[in-house]
């Protein structure tokens, strides 16, 4: 008989849920394709026999005339979805067919099973992904392949490629996100295939199949088959049941799409509307500390206090778009909080994506991809492309009459850029729930990261990304071309990466000793929209042995100004503020004249369009090397691409008197005449910059820019020019409570933030003096939002 599982049955006890069903299986575990359908029968029968469950979606009576055309229309949308995203996969097909051997298997695909599998990537779902293309042109709308529609050899070859897998398919329960443990344990003559790595088990290998037997359909695939089809796919869909732990964010769409399909598949109506209900109440706006999923900010967490926009959230996204169209006008579709959430992600998203304007390519910052900054642009993985299909992003906002989609999915299709700033987006965003600040302008993006007591720093998972434990100590990427820090990972050296404050070599990095929680809750950022400040107040969470308080202010006229204050190191390692670290593109003017070479003691350096130039106060100096390097992407995770050899330029500031604070200005996005015009020229006043306050004064805009460090607030004086008071000459600020603000006197608004997170307001007054005599006083009280809106920053006139 075929698949006849009942769904409320289903969601009591799937396959891997009954240790029944498991040794009914096991009694055959290389069993043939004709014995498949009485093996899978007998499992199904178990789970039949189980109590059921019932939710909304199960309870409902037989499928009516409505849902019944709902079902085939939305499998007609995922076929063509599916076969669509194959374009480009299908130039292999001809080899595939004379390599596949009498078994059904690759002599070229590496089937290394369980504790001897690699983890990541698992070599052996070559064989699905290789079969679903096949599928594909089988089934027509594969362009350039029309000659293989409907083959009778290329069928045959599908079939033989599923059940050689079907039979070898793992039957203890445990294996599915336990393997390795005593309750599925290694085993050097294992034979049945799966993954120590549960994604494999539960999303990786079942979505490849389910979409194969998809394509291929009920009328082709034998009872056996469509059993096992359905077999690996409820088993996946029973990590809802099970409460799996990873069953948060990317995964819970994930697996809810493999429950979808399977639906499809059977056309099951309460399969199908479970599986949608799943996506809906997660396609929600999530607040809490280190939730995964969408947040109020437009950032995207997963793996529990990770910004990861890029990859995880891609997934998400796509996901999305992949089952909202094909839902479109039915049932199904979801409901306008999931159509709010999904458009908050997605505004969010455009400030995260840079071009490279040397290939024409959009990419995600580095820094919303945390462990995949080991692979190379060549591996395909997340650093390649945003991995995103514009031109659906735009057809769901115009189905959804949502024009944040439409205009994110329109805006960046410009690729005739000279420049980084995709979709040509200027301004500031603070992305409070991630600690994380992003500034455009015109012909540049800069990103910065950090990291509190309220999220990760970064992650290390199944040997990617080893030494990357200071990726957000305030790393600072700065793109002009887009270019500047692809495929150098391998041979950056990862004590100096852009933007940090660092002891040098004073923390071991290992894959072991690299993901930490902050230690400091007074991380985050003010930004009216256009300017912005991010302050990050830093405790080495490893050794506890470096700590630093450290301001960006991002300023008119693409100005960027930096403060580093209150540095204190337990060791005798060097203490190094880090300007950038990227590849060199010359030439190079050091004290405007132009240099070949390391120097130290420069006051001001000019390279790849970007200008830095210390304060006139400031010590210490600043330090540059040129030097190719070479670096072994095996090294900083599991790519398996030949040597990287780059030229960086790397420039920092050595801290000599630790007791001494630093700052520097950056003109990013600036030509050598305009950056020497502008370095001789610009106004700025650093009116304080130690352990209490930090503070500047920009001149030519006459706009004020505040962090108060301590919970008790402070206070701090400027000399300023007041338009509305002539006769003042000095303006004191003083706060009740740790804060940062921006004051725009030619606006007369103030727009204040708690980086804290824990304030509910603050009070703030301006007292404008000459000589010490009070010329005009004004106070606030300002208002925090709380919940998922704390740290966001809110704008007052005074």
């Known amino acids: 008989m075929r698949f006849s599982l009942t769904f409320a049955s289903l969601l009591s006890s799937v396959f891997v849920c009954s240790a029944a069903a498991a040794n009914a299986v096991s009694q055959a575990p290389l069993v043939s394709s004709a014995s498949a359908s009485s093996v899978t029968t007998s499992a199904v029968s178990t789970i039949n026999n189980s109590a059921s469950v019932t939710t909304g979606a199960a309870s409902s009576s037989q499928p009516t005339a409505t849902s019944t055309q709902d079902i085939n229309l939305i499998r007609d949308r995922r076929l063509t979805s599916i076969i669509s995203g194959l374009s480009g996969s299908s130039n292999g097909i001809a080899g595939w067919l004379s390599s596949l051997d009498s078994d059904g298997k690759w002599p070229d695909v590496n089937y290394a099973t369980g504790c001897a599998a690699q983890r990541a990537n698992w070599p052996a779902r070559d064989h699905w992904a290789r079969l679903l293309t096949m599928a594909g042109a089988w089934h027509g709308g594969l362009p350039g ?280 987006l200027t301004g500031n965003r603070m992305f409070y729930a991630n600690d994380y600040m992003v500034h455009r302008g015109k012909e540049y993006v800069t990103t910065l990261k950090m990291f509190s007591s309220r999220t990760k720093n970064t992650e290390c998972t199944n040997s990617e990304n080893p030494f990357g434990f200071h990726l957000s100590d305030g790393v600072l990427y700065t793109y002009l071309n887009g270019n500047e820090y692809e495929d150098i990972a391998a041979a950056w050296d990862w004590n100096l990466i852009p933007g940090i404050t660092v002891d040098y070599n004073a923390t071991s990095l290992s894959c072991s000793s690299s993901q930490f929680t902050g230690l400091q809750a007074f991380v985050g950022g003010v930004s009216d929209g256009q300017l912005g400040l991010a302050a990050m107040r830093y405790l080495n969470p490893a050794t506890e042995s470096l700590s630093w308080q450290k301001v960006w202010f991002f300023l008119e006229d693409d100005m960027q100004h930096v403060m580093v204050a209150n540095i204190s190191s337990k060791t005798n390692a060097p203490v190094y503020s880090i300007l950038d670290q990227k590849r060199y593109v010359g030439p190079l003017v050091v004290d405007e004249y132009e240099k070949v070479g390391p120097t130290t003691g420069a006051r001001s350096v000019w390279h790849g369009n970007i200008g830095y130039v210390l304060d006139p106060q400031e010590t210490t100096s600043i330090s540059f090397s040129v030097e190719e390097k070479r670096g072994n992407w095996s090294s900083i995770g599991i790519s398996t691409q030949p040597p990287a050899d780059v030229t960086l330029f790397t420039a920092w500031l050595q801290h000599d008197s630790l007791n001494t604070s630093s700052s520097y200005t950056t003109f990013p996005g600036t030509d050598l005449d305009t950056f020497l015009s502008k370095s001789r020229q610009f106004s700025l006043q650093s009116a304080q910059n130690d352990a209490q306050v930090s503070a500047i004064y920009d001149q030519a805009h006459e706009t004020v820019f505040a962090v108060f460090w301590n919970e008790s607030g402070g206070s701090t004086v400027l000399d300023v020019s007041l338009p509305n008071y002539s006769e003042a000459r000095s303006l004191s600020i003083t706060a009740n409570g740790n804060v940062a603000l921006i004051y725009d006197q030619r606006t007369n608004f103030i727009t204040v933030s708690d980086p804290s997170q824990t304030l509910t307001a603050v009070e703030i007054s301006f007292v404008y003096t000459r000589s010490e005599k009070e010329v005009q006083t004004k106070s606030l009280v300002v208002a925090f939002p709380t919940g998922g809106l704390a740290g966001s920053s809110v704008v007052q006139r005074i």
């Open 145 to 424: 392949v029309s000659e293989y529609v409907k083959d009778a050899s290329l069928e045959s070859a599908i079939l033989l490629g599923m059940r050689w897998w079907f039979d070898r398919d793992f039957t203890n329960p445990a294996c599915l996100d336990n393997g390795g443990s005593a309750s599925c344990p290694c085993n050097s003559t294992e034979i049945l295939l799966w993954n120590t790595n549960w994604y494999s088990n539960v999303i990786g290998v079942p979505q490849l199949v389910v979409d194969v037997c998809l394509i291929m359909g009920t009328d082709i695939l034998s009872e056996a088959d469509e059993n096992y089809c359905m077999l690996m796919s409820t088993r996946s869909y029973g990590a809802f049941a099970r409460h799996a732990s990873y069953m948060t964010g990317a995964n819970i769409l994930d697996v809810a799409k493999i429950g979808i399909d399977a639906g499809l598949l059977s056309s099951n109506e309460s399969f199908v509307a479970d599986a949608y209900s799943k996506i809906h109440q997660e396609l929600l706006i999530k607040d809490g500390i280190m939730v995964d999923g969408i947040r109020s900010d437009g950032s995207f967490g997963q793996h529990g206090g990770l910004l990861y926009n890029g990859n995880y959230g891609t997934v998400y996204s796509n996901d999305v778009m992949d089952l909202e169209l094909a839902a479109a006008g039915t049932e199904f579709s979801a409901g306008s909080a999931s159509k709010t959430a999904l458009a908050n992600l997605f505004d969010g998203d455009r400030w995260m994506i840079v071009y490279n304007a040397i290939n024409g390519v959009l990419h995600w910052d580095f820094s919303v991809l945390p462990r995949f900054i080991s692979f190379p642009v060549i591996d395909g993985q997340a650093t390649a492309d945003i991995g995103m299909n514009l031109t659906a992003v735009e057809e769901l906002g115009n189905e959804w009459m949502s024009s944040t989609l439409t205009e994110f999915g329109v805006s960046l299709k410009d690729n005739d850029l000279t420049h980084a700033n995709a979709g040509n």
